[in-house]
């Protein structure tokens, strides 16, 4: 509806059953008088800006505090500045937005942090271990805004753990906190991307960490705080130095308890043959504990929950350890332990093909007849159980003087 709009007519208007009524002026082009069902009187504006988008302006409710005449002054106002390609639309919304990015500067390093453990960190594997270095690195700052943070504040703790001799560590940290300051910058915590020129301590070589004794005994305690279930199969893949799918899959069949000994068949082991691994007196305890338990729910295999399948769920136990090892702990993963294992072995004097038949490693050179193969299996089972034997006093704590059989002594 258009007509020139006067105070007498608004005042006879009667607001509609439903919905709402609207009259546009014709005296001022653009400007609309709305009534709606409850009552509620409104004035309204709409002008395309000069260059730019149709914008809509609220310009507040009738009689009061916007009469006929203000209204019209106003849109006339708001229709000049159109013409002049000012837009106030466009305007409040880059004011609403500097608000807002200045509220999130405002927040402190810890909140932001624990935005991008709710956001990030959570969806990823390692990512418990992840908060855990930032927390770890940025502790002094963590109650400070996050706008406050600089380059040096990321820079010092990378430093001081290279200074300290833990070069790797330092670089993880590092880059635990060019991600962290990366997503920050993209979502307008940080004006600018601090940690994208962070100096980068250590140039790795391939991955090869190897456990020293003292912190695989320290991996050894930590396991009995892991329940009934992972504690035992993580001190057997300690004890074995096996590798954990086939330690995790090993089946009750496998184990005879009088030779002490597990019989992985090829179908089980990563070279496709049948293996043979001692058990040192430890592992042994572990399993008839084990045994004693289940023969009251008789189950082929020894670590499940379900009686059907292997147990699973390594990723969040292996957090579970991290933790109890605490944030001083050089990361380290499963497999490091068969790495520990070698190296200790070599120190103690024990020959390489026998430490590579305790792992398991794939022969290489000319492959053995049948009658060498039968006597090379013979002959290195005692080797390769007195080395599983010393590495079970080397795992819990109980070390003694090494006096190695030599090839052919047995």
Avoid: C
Wanted: aromatic share 6%.
């Amino acid at each position: 509806m258009q007509r020139e709009l006067t105070d007498r007519y608004l005042k006879s208007l009667k607001a509609p059953p439903t919905g709402r009524l609207e009259v546009s002026d014709t005296k001022r082009a653009g400007l609309r008088f709305r009534l709606t069902a409850s009552g509620r009187a409104t004035w309204m504006f709409e002008k395309r800006v000069k260059g730019g988008s149709k914008r809509k302006h609220t310009l507040g409710g009738w009689p009061e505090p916007v009469s006929l005449s203000q209204a019209r002054a106003l849109a006339l106002e708001l229709e000049a500045e159109a013409a002049r390609g000012i837009d106030r639309v466009a305007i409040a919304e880059a004011e609403r937005l500097d608000a807002e990015t200045a509220k999130s500067k405002a927040l402190s390093v810890r909140q932001v942090l624990e935005l991008y453990d709710r956001l990030h960190l959570s969806g990823l594997r390692r990512g418990s271990e992840r908060k855990r270095q930032i927390e770890q690195a940025l502790q002094p700052r963590l109650g400070d805004p996050m706008g406050s943070l600089t380059r040096a504040d990321l820079q010092k703790p990378i430093d001081e753990k290279a200074s300290a001799g833990r070069g790797v560590f330092a670089n993880r940290i590092r880059s635990a906190l060019m991600a962290f300051t990366g997503w920050a910058a993209d979502r307008d915590h940080l004006e600018t991307d601090i940690g994208l020129r962070l100096t980068k301590p250590t140039k790795e070589a391939s991955r090869e960490r190897a456990p020293t004794r003292s912190e695989v005994h320290a991996i050894w305690n930590a396991t009995f705080d892991l329940g009934d279930l992972w504690g035992p199969a993580l001190r057997l893949l300690i004890l074995t130095a096996q590798r954990r799918q086939e330690i995790f899959g090993l089946e009750w069949s496998e184990i005879d308890f009088d030779a002490a000994t597990i019989t992985k068949p090829g179908a089980r082991t990563k070279n496709g043959r049948e293996h043979v691994t001692h058990l040192s007196p430890p592992a042994l305890s572990e399993l008839r504990e084990l045994r004693g338990k289940t023969d009251r729910q008789p189950q082929s295999l020894v670590f499940t929950t379900t009686g059907k399948t292997p147990v699973s769920g390594i990723s969040k136990v292996k957090t579970r350890l991290d933790k109890l090892l605490g944030d001083d702990f050089e990361p380290w993963r499963l497999h490091d332990i068969r790495t520990a294992f070698a190296t200790a072995m070599v120190e103690r004097g024990v020959p390489e093909n026998v430490a590579d038949r305790v792992l398991n490693h794939s022969a290489v050179g000319s492959a053995p007849s049948s009658v060498a193969r039968v006597y090379n299996r013979a002959n290195m089972l005692s080797q390769r159980a007195q080395a599983l034997d010393r590495w079970a006093e080397i795992v819990t704590g109980k070390v003694s003087p090494v006096v190695f059989l030599e090839a052919g002594s047995v």
